[in-house]
């Protein structure tokens, strides 16, 4: 097969018997995409002559995985594609099993999906979240006995998949939710060759007592078996995290129809599961048919939990404080279709940044999330997504059914998981005429009673849902102190008022917006138009930037620097808080969504403490300084290249650090060591008050942690010229390197002096042969975008040819920069 493929060779030796290779190739080359839809699948497949003009639709050339809404999710003009769209490729089969099954499996696609091979239609699943696979054996062989096989195709077997995410309110998540229903391939696709007799899922249920020195796991198979055989035989076998054989056993089934027992295992002092030794065995069973193995792996751990009853969380008999944040499956340029290699790094900066814990928001998420939560040591609360809107009918209901079935059965065996989630803001409607809290009580309680059938093992959870909040185990209500409501010094209060109300507490979804490479000399201005006692609860309207009641969402700068103060004042708080179980910021990147077009980058929810293509912003380092424990020191303002104000005038210069202590420099000169009190509010003590020089100012601190150092330094501008209103823009180039330009435009006042506190938003266009990077989502990368500091930043690819960057903003005269190489 042509092109990149990851190939998994698995040869088995077993009962004397050696196998053919079992073969999984990812089907990531050679696939062709039309976005739109055509009047039949053979429109898809019908012969072209090249150069005819009459041979359309054009089809473009594409990788996997691929998502419809790449680019347009962030489109600011224009509302993101939903509707089908139709993909095709040509593959060689060489299925090294002779009774063996060739499948397509399917690790995730949105949100209708239908699957052919040549003409004949083989599979559909409606769902855009879970896993899910396609017998294409017997079409390959029926279509192997045509004409058009080997003449027209050589061979090879054509196959089309069609991909909808159109609109329907009878499917889940609901269209009102704050990200977007992407539509395509967006997961990986995988070429499957299995004898006749395979093993569908493993369960593994590993379980340790209360002192920790004895382990057991009970190992349950489903198999797949088509062909119906009556009776099988396997191995199985545990592996320890250092690849040690611990165990085997064999086993043989007469009743292959349903789940089967297979085998239990007890361990004598299994090494334990937790976030600082996120220890894995391996359970690999096999299973034997007329001379052919097939054998699955599986990775498990040894831990238990406990939601304290009305008090903490404990892992493995001792106090974990939930360190939280939540991930969407959202990406700049790419939007839901994730690379492995951008998921690493994504889990891995949350890792470095201190996380213990992740709600997957909202819905069942990439197996490879899962296998890094698992082996990085990050507990897990993931959901289905049964997300706002109300209530449907029976299609809606058994397909929230199925998901949350197939979420629980395919990552059951994911030591990380600790949480089934339930649903998302239930209480939200609006996609129905009629709105039945009931009707969402009776549902909710069967989704409850599925998930704990499924999986007695781990509890169930929802967010914000009052009227439900006595259905699951743990209950996440609405706090938002300081965003949506409220003051973010209301939080301790309002958390402890809502502790008293469940039994099991637990705090989902705080924080608030910040744009990116925005700073304010004067953060927490708006809070004193903010009236205390009203409570920290998100209300219908409160995400809105017009009208209601003042609130830091509609009425603050969206800066960095407030956003590090409400997360900074909400650790500190955490720290003495012997009773929280934890809690999960919301959220850990940018990402996109269809309701906010008016944010300050267009259609993007700019909560993260990271962009949208993984930029950290100055909080990520607030929550580093409370959640790590390798030394680290951040002075604020890396993104922050000019502060202002009066000559003389003293400014604080803020460092979040997780040291002892740490000194301060600026301008060579020595301002004192500080030591760190998290208590010490704001950056725990860490604060220098300091009267800057006019122009350039060089800062520099070092840490000290036990007997390592650490140092950090930036370079800031100050200025005390004041300015008016912005008059006029000001284009410039400040970077081309390897054929990338960076343009700048700067807004100032008739004076020329830059104006420091302007927010216009501003538009970016391009004519001639370069390409304008835009449509990321990012401060950075977007076409409209709000002025961070009287200023803003977009690149430009050349090609090596000539281009014209324009600007335009509002009641300003529109410029031009020619760009010539």
């Keep these: 097969m042509k092109g990149s493929v990851l190939l998994f060779l698995i040869f088995i030796c077993a009962f004397g018997t050696v196998s053919h290779a079992q073969q999984k190739i990812r089907l990531n080359d050679n696939w062709e995409f039309l976005k739109q839809d055509i009047g039949g699948v053979w429109e898809a497949v019908r012969p072209v002559t090249p150069g005819n003009p009459e041979s359309v639709p054009v089809w473009q050339k594409i990788k996997l995985p691929h998502c419809f809404n790449a680019r347009d999710a962030v489109d600011p003009d224009i509302n993101y594609y939903q509707g089908p769209g139709w993909y095709r490729t040509q593959l060689e089969i060489k299925n090294p099993y002779p009774n063996g099954k060739t499948l397509l499996h399917f690790e995730g696609a949105g949100q209708k999906t239908e699957v052919y091979v040549y003409t004949t239609k083989v599979g559909a699943h409606l769902g855009g979240y879970d896993e899910w696979t396609v017998d294409i054996t017997q079409a390959i062989e029926d279509f192997k006995k045509t004409d058009v096989c080997q003449k027209r195709f050589k061979g090879h077997i054509p196959i089309e998949i069609r991909c909808d995410n159109s609109r329907d309110l009878e499917t889940i998540?609901?269209?009102?939710?704050?990200?977007?229903?992407?539509?395509?391939?967006?997961?990986?696709?995988?070429?499957?060759?299995?004898?006749?007799?395979?093993?569908?899922?493993?369960?593994?249920?590993?379980?340790?007592?209360?002192?920790?020195?004895?382990?057991?796991?009970?190992?349950?198979?489903?198999?797949?078996?088509?062909?119906?055989?009556?009776?099988?035989?396997?191995?199985?076998?545990?592996i320890d995290p250092k690849g040690k054989l611990v165990v085997q056993k064999s086993y043989k089934l007469n009743n292959l129809a349903d789940d089967a027992e297979i085998g239990s295992f007890r361990v004598k002092k299994p090494q334990l599961w937790s976030p600082d030794a996120p220890a894995l065995y391996t359970v690999e069973v096999s299973v034997k048919y007329g001379g052919e193995v097939d054998v699955q792996r599986e990775k498990v751990g040894f831990r238990n939990f406990e939601f304290v009853d009305n008090g903490p969380f404990h892992?493995?008999?001792?106090?974990?404080?939930?360190?939280?944040?939540?991930?969407?499956?959202?990406?700049?340029?790419?939007?839901?279709a994730m690379t492995d290699s951008m998921m690493h790094q994504e889990m891995q900066m949350m890792k470095d940044m201190g996380v213990n814990f992740i709600r997957l928001g909202h819905y069942q998420q990439s197996r490879t999330i899962l296998n890094l939560c698992d082996s990085l040591g990050i507990l897990v609360w993931e959901e289905e997504p049964w997300c706002r809107g109300g209530l449907g009918g029976k299609v809606y209901q058994d397909e929230a059914k199925e998901m949350m079935t197939n979420m629980i059965e395919q990552h059951y065996n994911h030591p990380a998981i600790?949480?089934?989630?339930?649903?998302?803001?239930?209480?939200?409607?609006?996609?129905?005429?009629?709105?039945?809290?009931?009707?969402?009580?009776?549902?909710?309680?069967?989704?409850?009673?599925?998930?704990?059938?499924?999986?007695?093992?781990?509890?169930t959870t929802i967010r914000r849902c009052d009227f439900c909040k006595d259905i699951p185990d743990v209950y996440s209500p609405s706090i938002w102190a300081g965003w949506y409501r409220g003051l973010f010094t209301e939080y301790k209060k309002t958390s402890e008022e809502e502790f008293k109300k469940v039994k099991h507490f637990f705090h989902a979804e705080w924080g608030g917006d910040s744009h990116a490479l925005r700073h304010s000399e004067n953060p927490d201005k708006a809070l004193s138009n903010i009236k205390a006692g009203t409570g920290t609860d998100e209300r219908l309207g409160d995400a809105s930037l017009y009208g209601g009641a003042a609130r830091a969402s509609k009425d603050g700068d969206w800066s960095e620097s407030y956003i590090c103060n409400l997360f900074d004042w909400h650790l500190k708080e955490q720290e003495t808080m012997p009773w929280l179980t934890g809690s999960a910021f919301w959220v850990f990147k940018d990402f996109s969504t269809p309701i906010r077009p008016d944010n300050p980058i267009p259609y993007m929810n700019q909560k993260g403490v990271v962009e949208r293509d993984l930029t950290p912003k100055e909080s990520y380092y607030v929550f580093q300084s409370y959640w790590t424990n390798k030394p680290m020191a951040h002075i604020y303002g890396h993104s922050w290249?000019?502060?202002?104000?009066?000559?003389?005038?003293?400014?604080?210069?803020?460092v979040y650090s997780n040291c002892d202590n740490a000194e301060l420099f600026v301008n060579g000169k020595s301002y004192g060591t500080k030591k760190r009190n998290s208590q010490d509010f704001p950056a725990a003590g860490l604060r220098w008050m300091v009267a800057l020089q006019n122009g350039n100012n060089d800062i520099k601190v070092v840490g000290h942690k036990g007997k390592q150092t650490v140092s950090d330094h930036i370079s800031q501008q100050y200025q005390t010229e004041k300015w008016d209103k912005p008059a006029k823009l000001l284009i410039e180039k400040i970077s081309d390197e390897n054929g990338v330009a960076t343009i700048q435009i700067k807004l100032v006042d008739s004076k020329g002096v830059q104006c420091l506190d302007a927010v216009n938003q501003v538009a970016f266009s391009l004519t001639g042969d370069g390409t304008l990077m835009d449509d990321l989502g990012t401060s950075r990368g977007s076409r409209k975008v709000q002025a961070y500091n009287g200023r803003a930043l977009i690149s430009v690819k050349t090609n090596n040819g000539k281009s014209v960057v324009g600007v335009q903003s509002p009641g300003l005269s529109t410029v031009f920069l020619n760009l010539e190489q």
Excluded: C
């Excluded at 609006?430 to 069967?446: C, H, L, N, P, S």
């Excluded at 290249?641 to 803020?654: C, L, N, S, T, Y």
């Design 315 to 336: 892992l493995n008999g001792k106090r974990l404080l939930l360190r939280g944040t939540h991930r969407h499956e959202d990406h700049a340029g790419v939007a839901e």
């Design 418 to 459: 600790i949480l089934w989630g339930l649903g998302n803001e239930n209480d939200w409607e609006g996609d129905f005429q009629v709105y039945d809290k009931e009707k969402i009580r009776t549902f909710m309680k069967a989704q409850n009673e599925l998930a704990h059938r499924l999986d007695p093992s781990r509890k």
């Design 641 to 654: 290249p000019v502060r202002w104000g009066d000559a003389g005038e003293e400014k604080m210069i803020k």
């Design 173 to 238: 998540p609901s269209q009102l939710s704050d990200f977007n229903v992407y539509g395509g391939l967006y997961r990986y696709l995988n070429l499957v060759y299995e004898p006749s007799l395979s093993i569908d899922k493993i369960f593994a249920s590993a379980k340790i007592d209360d002192a920790g020195k004895q382990g057991e796991l009970q190992i349950k198979t489903r198999l797949y078996n088509p062909d119906h055989v009556s009776t099988a035989e396997g191995l199985i076998k545990l």
